[in-house]
């Protein structure tokens, strides 16, 4: 699973290959705990009281074999289990609420079983503005807690601004409801004006589109709603992997159907709005949207990803491993490269992002004592 801080608690196997061998089997015995407080402990010690907890009878809990915490999603810890049996009662227990005397209030919990492929968990900017008025903000997100248990919501801020945790499918579907509510909001509120009447404000959000804000907050998500185009999210590891390397079939694909597409980068999760070049057709828009989902749920299934942290690192260090990661990446022409300012990710398929590891271990020698946590 994603790298962290790992506490071996049980005498798991040491070593990369023993490692890489052992973590084929540990996805069912693997749940993703989303809602963990985040700056107030020092990481061992939250570590602590997150294997206190799941090893507890009352929570449903077990024998814990293994913690990373912290992770590079904030608010994300990965547990696995000793038994299989453990990681699915504790994904059946209703609630789960961490309660320290070192904690200054309790915490509810998230959890899931991990998946096989590491895009499991990611994080989202929701904006809810655009609703505001529609219905009461804090009512509304009741509602999306209620229909999407999975998912962890942080807290509602005045502007509408809200940050969402969980699985990527459920960050999705939960987009997808909000594209539909606002959609429907739309079509009721578009009046035809009569004689000596202004045309309805179509609302704010009427300016140029920022590139940097979010789907909901965008004008291009108001626009394309309007116009009956169809939206849909991807994770943005997947899309960056698709862009490079299938941006042939992927634009083809589109233009086959008579479809054009507008991409919204929004940290981990890729808007993708899709529009008729002609006239609007329900069934163009279909059979784009589904070649799309089915193309990136064919490389979500078969990617696997490794995250390089720097953080420790110096800038000749940093400097040091991206060198590295470019010569490397010319052995290996399906393995997707994307360096960020504390960490390095390494994105292709199990086979390929493990021997590209070991090469960048290799070449980097020992600068740093533990390059691949």
Known sequence: ????????????????????????????????????????????????????HFQKRKNKGGDVEDIVYPTPAKGVAYITFEDRQVAEDVIAKAEHLLQDKRLPMACPLKVYLYGENVFTCVSCRLDLSILRGKSALEDLVEDLKKNFPVLSFGTLHPDGQIIVQGPFSSIRDLQNKLAFKLHSSLSKSEVKPGRGEEPTDPGPNTGPAKTDSSLEASNNFVQSTKKEGLILTLDTDIYLYMKKFKEKMYRDSLKKCGVISHEFRDGEVTTVSLDCLASPSVGQLEL??????????????????????????????????????????????????????????????????????????????????????
């Open 288 to 373: 784009a949207k589904n070649i799309i989902e089915e193309l990136a749920a064919s490389l979500q299934s078969s990617l696997r990803k490794e995250r390089l942290s720097l953080e420790r690192s110096g800038r000749a260090e940093k400097r040091q491993y991206e060198k590295v990661c470019e010569n490397v990446s010319s052995q290996y022409p399906g393995v997707l490269v994307l360096p960020h300012s504390t960490y390095i990710d390494i994105i292709g398929t199990s086979s390929d992002v493990y021997e590209f590891v070991q090469q960048v271990n290799k070449m980097a020698g020992h600068f740093q004592k533990e390059p691949w946590r």
């Open 1 to 52: 699973f994603s790298p962290g801080r790992r506490r071996r608690l049980r005498g798991a196997p040491c070593g990369d290959m023993a490692r890489a061998t052992a973590q084929v089997a540990k996805p069912q015995r693997t749940i993703v705990v989303c809602g963990v407080p985040n700056g107030l402990l020092e990481d061992d010690l939250m570590a602590d009281i997150l294997t206190i």
